[in-house]
């Protein structure tokens, strides 16, 4: 049994405790959060840990719970800007580290977090949950295989509500969040370096809604592999109350994938020695619980988590940078400028 401390209960800490329900082989044990007081008093909590309520300790800082609690590893669900602060803590004193994504805001701070990994050994995995989602894993294999020809041409896009847009929510200051260039746009520019690697350039187009003290919540972004394949994607962050939708499409020389969650089928495949569309069926278990059970697994056998490598989470910060770049100049960036 690998026992863990989540540090961060917040929207995402929570999301990712419900998920150790599921993880037989995986206990929460201890939590440190600011508010540790307050939360631990929602009783509402009690039915999401496997630990006996009265056992789980809870703890005010980080360094708190790093002197008094031994556990394999840290799941860090902490606003971004505080995150190269809180895993290096962890990662010096050699304990594993997952944390949430997008790695850091800045690639200074991204750098640090990897020196921090390599110098003391410590695993460290930013949870990019889209690498684990099965109706991307579909479209990753199928790439990967060849069996549908050269993939000709991407088109990825996601939206909703803007978080705490009611509210004085942090994820509204892009101080803190980097606003929804970074935090949401990341999900599908991670992906497609998943899926084709680092693009050559990148040009981008987007803009501040609601004034540039909130930052860039809609944007959109193509990258230029140095071949004729089409690769873009864009993102919206809106203060309407709207559900949030992701989907994309996906064509190969001999066949389409579409992938669209309000439609009855949330995944079609159309090929070309075909006149029916398929319907592949996906796996159960969610892509959170599946990017925690990897990481876990990689650091009870002691390997890298290749799947997830903390490079290529820094190059996903570095394309957004690019982005941004290329918004402000109007003109395209080269990533060489940008990623390692």
Known sequence: MQHVAIIGLGGIGRYH???YRKLPDIQVVAVADIRADEIK???????????PWK?????DTCNDLLAREDVDFVDIGLPTDVHKEAAITYLNAGVPVLCE???????????????ASQQNRAALMIAQCIRFWPEYQYLKDMKTSGAAGRLLSLQ??????????????????????????????????????????LPKRVYAQGGCAKGAAR????????????DDTQVSAASHWAD????????????????FIRMDPTQSHTLAVYRSDSNDPEYPEMPGLDAYASEIAYFGACVRTKQAPERCMPLEARNSVAIIMAAKASIESSA??????YAL
Not at 41 to 51: A, G, I, P, Q
Not at 173 to 178: F, H, I, L, N, Y
Not at 215 to 226: A, F, P, S
Request: glycine share 8%; hydrophobic share 40%.
């Open 17 to 19: 405790l419900s998920c």
């Open 156 to 197: 990825m896009w996601r939206g909703g509500s803007t978080p705490g847009w009611n509210s004085s929510h942090w994820m509204m200051d892009p101080a803190r969040s980097g606003g929804a260039i970074l935090d949401l746009h990341i999900h599908d520019i991670d992906f497609c370096q998943y899926l084709l690697g």
């Open 332 to 337: 395209p960036v080269p990533m060489n400028h």
């Open 41 to 51: 008093k929602d009783e509402s909590l009690r039915e999401l840990f496997v630990t």
């Open 101 to 115: 994504k997008p790695m850091a805001l800045s690639l200074a701070d991204c750098d640090a977090m990897i020196a």
């Open 215 to 226: 930052g860039y919540d809609y944007v959109l972004t193509n990258l230029d592999y140095g």
């Open 55 to 59: 056992q789980v300790r809870w703890y």
């Open 240 to 255: 309407l109350p709207m559900p949030f939708i992701a989907r994309y499409e996906a064509r190969f020389e001999r066949a």
